[in-house]
């Protein structure tokens, strides 16, 4: 039993970090036979509970008989007392106390004789309780290695995959379009960068020789507002009522009723 398990347990030992070309779990086998053993540990402890139970029962039969061999000397004893005060004769006393030591001898050598097989029977309880034990402590530390050992295997199986998984990536094409993107950007950031710069030489170009030749366009627009101002100040100041100002049509107002006027009467003769 113990070589088996030993085997069981470097099976499982082998998986961490390699390949097991079985049709069979490892792990599976193992806490299969593991859950065996429980099996056969409980059927230990059935067969140590039956066992101890005959030699408990034994035990307290042999005590009991014990008792009564005590039992048969003390009246042995008690009848040599009352023959001794004169309670009974002397001969009927013997008589009585011998039939009782004779009871008392016989059930001895039944305990006696039953003592041989308590023996036997604590012998093995003693050898049963230890075996079932030493089970017990081999199972617990079993099953503690699977499942430590069952822990390792998952750890070993996802980083196997995790490892295969990066080595089927295309790590050499995902850096090359990195690097083609990067290119890209920096060349559009230098050709904005271009286009700015032509921008502010030209603006600064313009104003350079504006200033040079006296076209500034704000001093333009100065010279400008200057000037309306000027003829601003320049012109007569009007009157705020409209009425008061003089009807500059009234000299032409009845020159123009006699045109209006004679456009009738050429149109009444025809």
Do not use: C
Not at 145 to 160: C, G, I
């Amino acid at each position: 039993m113990n070589e088996l398990l030993a085997r069981i347990i470097r099976v499982i030992k082998a998986l961490v970090g390699k390949k097991v070309e079985q049709a069979e779990d490892p792990i599976l086998l193992a806490e299969q036979n593991i859950r065996d053993l429980k099996g056969d540990l409980s059927e230990s402890l059935k067969s140590l509970a039956e066992v101890k139970a005959i030699y408990i029962r034994a035990k307290h039969e042999s005590d009991a008989q014990k008792r009564v061999a005590n039992e048969y000397e003390r009246k042995a004893i008690l009848l040599l007392e009352k023959a001794r005060d004169g309670l009974i004769t002397e001969a009927e006393a013997d008589r009585l106390a011998t039939q009782a030591l004779m009871k008392k001898d016989e059930i001895m050598r039944r305990v006696q004789a039953g003592e041989k097989g308590l023996q036997t029977y604590e012998q093995m309880v003693k050898q049963l309780e230890k075996q079932t034990m030493q089970l017990k402590m081999q199972i617990d530390q079993w099953e503690g290695e699977v499942k430590t050992l069952k822990a390792r295997a998952q750890v070993s199986q996802a980083t196997r995959s995790l490892q295969e998984r990066l080595s089927r990536t295309d790590t050499q094409g995902t850096l090359a379009l990195l690097d083609n993107l990067k290119e890209k950007v920096t060349e559009q950031e230098a050709m904005a960068d271009a286009y700015h710069q032509l921008s502010n030489s030209q603006t600064s170009l313009d104003a350079e020789i504006d200033r040079i030749l006296g076209l500034d366009s704000k001093g333009s627009v100065h010279n400008d507002l200057q000037r309306l101002k000027s003829q601003v100040q320049a012109t007569p100041e009007r009157p705020l009522n409209p009425q008061a100002e003089p009807d500059a049509n009234a000299p032409f107002a009845n020159e123009l009723a006699e045109l209006k006027a004679r456009l009738k009467d050429d149109k009444d003769g025809q």
